[in-house]
């Protein structure tokens, strides 16, 4: 059974998804445990992406893993009908961001099975160049819960065996 989750979706923040200088929300929504642990990549160059609890209601995740990866801060949020995750870069192998404020982005994920599929949100219905209040992003999504546009093609993950 296909189960919408509101965690994670860093996969794709390296691509293009709407990248904002605020968050639109702050933590407040419970963890989803389904969510922790190590999870492949599938596409054409496979990356680990690592899945940690830091507080009960955020996340650590590294991604990729290795020497080019980033950390992120990561929660679940709600706007409208739509569950989704509120990430926040935090810097990387290569130290902490660097300017003043860390980039933020939202995602959406289903897991099925022993599969996460992550969906960036897409900067072509939701452009965080041009939409400078956490009010303003908000009302976009409200606006377009419903655009099948809203969010970009996903990336799918396979989830790791736990070290024993």
């Not at 980033?70 to 192998?93: D, T």
């Not at 289903?110 to 960036?120: H, Q, S």
């Not at 965080?128 to 303003?136: D, F, H, S, V």
Request: proline content about 7%; hydrophobic content about 40%.
């Amino acid at each position: 059974m296909k189960k919408s989750l509101w965690l994670l979706g860093l996969a794709l923040v390296l691509a293009n998804g709407c990248v904002y200088d605020q968050p639109v929300a702050g933590p407040g929504l419970p963890l989803d445990n389904a969510v922790l642990g190590k999870w492949r990549s599938l596409g054409n160059k496979p990356e680990d992406l690592l899945a940690l609890k830091f507080s009960d209601k955020e996340y650590v995740v590294e991604y990729p893993q290795g020497e080019d990866s980033m950390l992120f801060r990561a929660y679940p949020v709600e706007i409208g009908k739509l569950k989704l995750v509120q990430l926040q870069l935090l810097g990387g192998a290569k130290g902490p961001v660097k300017d003043a404020v860390s980039k933020y982005h939202l995602c959406s994920y289903a897991i099925d099975g022993d599969r996460l599929e992550l969906r960036m949100l897409s900067p072509s219905v939701v452009d965080g160049k041009k939409l400078k209040t956490a009010e303003a992003i908000r009302a976009a999504i409200l606006a377009n819960q419903d655009n099948p546009g809203l969010f970009e093609s996903p990336e799918t993950f396979a989830k790791l065996p736990d070290p024993k």
